[in-house]
């Protein structure tokens, strides 16, 4: 094959894969790269969200208790916020929100699936 | 039956050059040892990958030039062209963990990201980084990412401290979740190469999951570099694109 034969081959490839990538272009973008990757991935990461939470803020409490002496009041408060926080950072990742409250729209709309882990 | 198992015994540090300054421990370790390879090696395949440009890239172009991309991609979609400034940090980021995770299941090797500190230390950069660049990029109105739209000024008060809390957990999940997989799939590993090793014939059933578990595990490597470069994305994002 000489130059300019594989020239045109490759530019002949290059414009079918133009062809095929506009053709399949909404329905990749939807589903994302990788799905099944991507959807073990987001399931490894959820799990740990609500644990951690609490986890964290009782110690955050727990230190706070230890400098104010307020036994165990900011222990017990920060317990709950803990949970609350927890659930809604695991809501906000499933309802696929963005990982704020008010994220919505430009990015979250084009970036798709990666957009939803968090 | 006395069974000789010390599944964690591999995550101890071990110096190799032993350097102390005053008090301070400074020994070269296994731990270190690894990840100087793991950077030598994330460095060698982007240097060497990119010495010879050519059009049908040999095997270790093509690794650095689907490592580049996917970053890049990564990084256009979770935070758009802005973000690609951060790039190198995201990618070494990226590479990094990738090549200590993979490293880790090398037998007699060791697993650095298996380390709580190290984890946590990279998600503190992350953390307190992202947290800077909103500052800086946003000044005052960065706090504005702790209050939700449109909530009664009552339920403000209830909801800016479980903002806060969500946000300064963030470090914490970044770095428990790498460390805790690669800490457990490689207990699970030792103790199930431990089975196989005491009771002979029967042993071969432990050694046969092993097999398996070690490409469970070669997927996990893989997957927690991606999750911990893609939350970092989208922490980023957040500093960057306040809503």
Not at chain 1, 82 to 105: D, E, I, L, P, Q
Not at chain 2, 34 to 39: H, S
Request: some cysteine; proline content about 4%; hydrophobic content about 55%.
């Amino acid at each position: 094959m000489d130059e300019r034969e594989a020239r045109a081959s490759l530019k002949d490839l290059g414009e079918r894969l133009a062809k095929a990538r506009g053709e399949h272009a909404p329905k990749l973008a939807m589903r994302g790269a990788a799905p099944t990757s991507s959807a073990l991935a987001f399931g490894l990461r959820i799990g740990l969200e609500l644990v951690v939470a609490v986890v964290v803020s009782v110690a955050i409490g727990w230190a706070i208790d230890g400098w104010l002496g307020t036994k165990p009041l900011a222990m017990v408060v920060m317990f709950f916020l803990g949970v609350a926080a927890g659930m809604w950072n695991v809501y906000r990742a499933v309802a696929g929100m963005g990982s704020k409250v008010g994220a919505r729209g430009g990015i979250a709309g084009a970036a798709g699936d990666d957009e939803d882990e968090d | 039956m006395a069974l000789e198992l010390h599944p964690l015994e591999q995550f101890v540090i071990k110096p190799i050059v032993p350097l102390h300054i005053g008090k301070l421990d400074i020994s070269f370790t296994n731990s270190a040892l690894l990840m100087t390879i793991a950077v030598l090696l994330a460095t060698a395949v982007v240097v060497i990958g990119t010495r010879r440009e050519e059009l049908v890239p040999s095997r270790i172009q093509s690794l650095g030039e689907l490592a580049y991309e996917f970053i890049g991609n990564m990084i256009d979609e979770t935070v758009g062209t802005d973000g690609q400034r951060y790039f190198p940090f995201v990618f070494t980021l990226f590479m990094f963990i990738l090549f200590g995770n993979v490293l880790g299941l090398i037998p007699f090797g060791y697993t650095f990201t298996g380390q709580l500190i190290v984890t946590f230390a990279m998600a503190a950069v992350v953390f307190v980084g992202v947290t800077l660049i909103g500052i800086w990029r946003h000044g005052w109105r960065f706090l504005s990412f702790f209050v939700p739209h449109g909530v009664p000024i009552v339920l403000l008060l209830l909801l800016v401290p479980i903002e806060l809390l969500s946000y300064l957990i963030r470090p914490f999940t970044l770095s428990i979740r790498l460390f805790a997989n690669m800490l457990a799939g490689h207990t699970m590993l030792a103790i199930f190469g431990g089975f196989a090793a005491s009771i002979g014939i029967l042993g071969l059933l432990p050694l046969g999951l092993d097999v398996l578990i070690f490409f469970l595990e070669l997927l996990v490597a893989v997957l927690q570099a991606y999750v911990f470069t893609i939350l970092t994305c989208l922490y980023l994002n957040d500093a960057i694109n306040l809503h």
